[in-house]
Structures are given as structure tokens and as C-alpha cells.
């Protein structure tokens, strides 16, 4: 079940320039990084990450023209039986499950749905610390 949007991340050939634009934007710098992979800003009501990434590390097939590289992940309980699931109902896998970060649980998949859409799922325990701040289900 796809619980909450958790992370949106947007791709970037120049990825210092697109760090400092999005942080001029958002009044906000960025309170994680991977040094010249990944910018992540926590923004809004629920602190919802908005990560910046490196092109080099987009899923093969990403577009460089708009809408063609962002992919919005939504939170999920159990990562590996939720992505089974999608393939088993007929999308297909744009990028593998795949570790993040430096171990602390953040675990990506996304597939493309039979329209022709890119889903992307995670592990995030970002997500789930917040909900249970807020007094989510």
C-alpha cells in the first residue's frame, strides 16, 4: 500500500548549481549530502524530502527533457512484496531495488506502470518518523 509521498528527487548535469538555485528557492540549505552525488532538503508541513541527484546516477532510460528524469517515491511498508507485486501486475522495472545513503534504511524501486509512468516506492525511515511524530496510522 503506498502510504505517503516520501521523497521527490530531481536529476541535475550541473548538481552544485541546481543545490544552490533550489536553496535560494526554498530559503533552505540542504541538511544532507553525498558528496558529489546527492543534495537532500526537507521542506513543508511535513518535512518531505526534495533530493537533488547527480545525472550520472539516474536509472538508465531517464530522460534529459522535462518530466522526463524526476520520480516521486512513495513510502511503503514492506519494499521487496510491494515492487513484486507491481511487476507481477504488469509494470515493468525502471530501476532495481537499491540501497541509499549510508545504511540508515532508505531503500529505493521504481517500475514503469503499463500507461507508460514511472512509480517509484521506498523504505524510508524519514517518513515513518514523522508519522509517528504527527500521530499518523
Known amino acids: 500500500m503506498l502510504r505517503g509521498m516520501a521523497t521527490v528527487t530531481y536529476y541535475a548535469d550541473d548538481l552544485e548549481a541546481a543545490k544552490d538555485w533550489y536553496a535560494e528557492f526554498l530559503g533552505v540549505a540542504p541538511y544532507y549530502q553525498v558528496p558529489n552525488g546527492y543534495y537532500e532538503f526537507r521542506i513543508g508541513d511535513y518535512q518531505h524530502e526534495l533530493g537533488i541527484v547527480n545525472r550520472a546516477y539516474a536509472p538508465r532510460g531517464a530522460r534529459n527533457e522535462p518530466g522526463g528524469g ?8 514492506d519494499l521487496a512484496d510491494t515492487f513484486q507485486r507491481l511487476l507481477d501486475l504488469g509494470a515493468t522495472e525502471y530501476e532495481p531495488i537499491t540501497p541509499r545513503g ?11 506502470d503499463p500507461f ?8 524510508n525511515p524519514h517518513y515513518l518518523e514523522v508519522v509517528g511524530k504527527t500521530g499518523g496510522v
Open 70 to 77: 524526476g520520480v516521486m517515491f512513495w513510502h511503503v511498508d
Open 102 to 112: 549510508n545504511g540508515e534504511g532508505f531503500v529505493t524501486a521504481a517500475v514503469v
Open 116 to 123: 507508460g509512468n514511472v512509480l517509484g516506492i521506498m523504505s
